[in-house]
Nanobody
């Protein structure tokens, strides 16, 4: 079992910044991709940022240039620096890891979610 502990959510005014962190507790589990998803009110869950073990990142156009994902492969932690926040960034943000316990299949694990509210 992989446990994910998130921190760093909260409320901020438009134009502000927040940093989310997620620590993964793993045992004999090899993480391939770490990332963040979000689900706004009445919306489907969507990818916010992802990063591979090798450091390749992926962002949707909606957050490019504003959000930065980083990862510590030794500590199995992932961070999301969110700058220039907008009201439409308001959502519950979920940490996600994809990996495997050899020789099993690739599986997903999710954090409990942390609320980010952007409002004046």
């Amino acid at each position: 079992q992989v446990q994910l502990v998130e921190s760093g959510g909260g409320s901020v005014q438009p134009g502000g910044a927040l940093r989310l962190s997620c620590a993964a507790s793993t045992r004999d589990f090899s993480i391939n991709v770490m990332g963040w998803y979000r689900q706004g009110p009445g919306k489907e869950r969507e990818l916010v940022a992802a990063i591979t073990t090798g450091g390749t990142t992926n962002y949707p156009d909606s957050v490019k240039g504003r959000f930065t994902i980083s990862r510590d492969n030794v500590k199995d932690t992932v961070h999301l620096q969110m700058n220039s926040l907008k009201a439409e960034d308001t959502a519950v943000y979920y940490c996600n890891v994809k990996g495997r316990r050899w020789p099993g299949p690739i599986v997903n694990y999710w954090g409990q979610g942390t609320q980010v509210t952007v409002s004046s």
